[in-house]
């Protein structure tokens, strides 16, 4: 099974990558304050030129708070470092932002490729193959339609088959269009059963009931030609 082996090989590489991204994350916190140091270090110094001024009278050029602020202001805004020191911090933060978002998407992922292979594990052992094959694709997002249509060539399985079966529940596909129907089959065993366009909305509005379905066989499913109700 290819999928299982491209989550094997993720799930193998996940601890490194989250190992990068803690490290990443480390050494973008020490550049963040190290510039907030700077920023306040500036802001106190413009700080307290403003409030030592003297005019020729020995009084002070900025007398009230608000007179200070607005030339601090001033002086900061034609600072060359300030405002590049600004935009560093904005940088830092932005690319904090990223590497938390990232290293909880690796975290959220791991956890869910241990899960997939942990029921795939268990369905390969109670030898339902099929439905191991069909929870890979689903977790995959695969579109199985177009899947059994590369697939065709390869596989000598893919003779068209009629069956009677009962949907029991419908998910939308990644793809527009694509339907994917849970369904019993006569035999009583769960299948998948993949439509396009028509013929999935056909096993969309038949949720609940049985119908006789014209399958061929996929690598992720059975892919229904036509649907029409059961006699």
Known sequence: MKKAAEILRRIQGTPNRASQLVQ????????????????????VQVAGDVASERGTDTKPIFPNE???????????????????????????????REVDAELESVQRRHASDLAVIG??????????????????????????????AKGAAETAAGEDDTVTATVLEVRHGKNAGIIRAWCELADGRNAAIYGKNGIGQALA????????VRVRAGNAGLIALRVDPAA
Not at 129 to 145: I, S
């Open 66 to 96: 608000a007179l200070r602020r607005a030339e601090e202001s001033r002086r900061l805004a034609a600072s060359a470092e300030y405002q590049q020191v600004l935009q560093d911090v904005d940088q830092a933060r932005k690319r904090l």
């Open 205 to 212: 509005s038949a949720v609940g009931k049985k119908v006789r």
């Open 119 to 148: 029921l795939v594990t268990a369905l390969m052992n109670a030898g339902k193959l099929e439905d191991a094959e069909v929870a890979l694709a689903a977790y995959a997002g695969e579109d199985a339609v177009e899947t059994a």
């Open 24 to 43: 990443e994350r480390g050494e973008v916190c020490d550049r963040l304050h190290m510039l907030l140091d700077r920023q306040k270090t500036i802001e």
